[in-house]
């Protein structure tokens, strides 16, 4: 017997996979076209009602100049009030004058008695130059006689810084500015004066 050759059995060949088909995405939906709004005509303005409207342009006005002081006072003379201890002295000083000094309706000379007190009341008008350019009156009360011509000092001394800013500079190197409140301190009860006691005897 032959042998018989068995043939190779080929292989059928598959058919290729296809390859899935890609979708084209769909166009995008176009969006409604917005509606116009309608176009809102403006009324015509009157030229009346314009000017009205409009603002009014007001020129800038300047303002008014305050007004210079008067050396004076509204009753023709500079008040200024001076203290010394419990002494008061209101002073009363008229510019343009003849350097008449009045305490209390008499001559300052016969009110104060000694020379230390009437050197008080001059030294300020002195200092500065003005003892016969100007009339004063005082009033005084409550205190000493020395308490009073002091004040009195003050008092001249401050009315004349308000006729010329530029004398406080002399006034007050002199020691005529400076308020003194020195008070006598008052008795306590079990003492004789005010701080002073009875003397302590043992027996």
Known sequence: MT??????????????????????????????AAAKKPAVRKAPVKKEEAAVAAPAVVAPVAAPKPAEKKA????????ALGRRKTAIAETRLS??????ITVNGKKYADYFTT????????APLKAVGMDDKVNIALV????????????????????????????RKTLKKL?????????????????????????????
């Open 115 to 122: 020379v230390e007190q009437q050197q008080a009341i001059m």
């Open 3 to 32: 042998a018989t050759t068995k043939k190779p059995v080929e292989k059928a060949e598959k058919p290729a996979a296809k390859k899935p088909a890609v979708k084209k995405a769909a166009p995008a939906a176009k969006k409604p």
């Open 72 to 79: 004076e006072g509204p009753k023709g003379y500079i008040y």
């Open 175 to 203: 020691g005529f500015m400076m308020r003194d409140p020195r008070e006598k301190e008052r008795k306590k009860y079990g003492l004789k004066k005010a701080r002073k006691g009875p003397q302590w005897a043992k027996r």
């Open 95 to 100: 510019l343009n004058g003849k350097g008449e």
């Open 140 to 167: 005084t009360y409550s205190g000493g006689m020395t308490g009073q011509a002091e004040a009195a000092r003050l008092g001249i001394s401050r009315a004349l810084v308000k006729v010329n800013e530029e004398y």
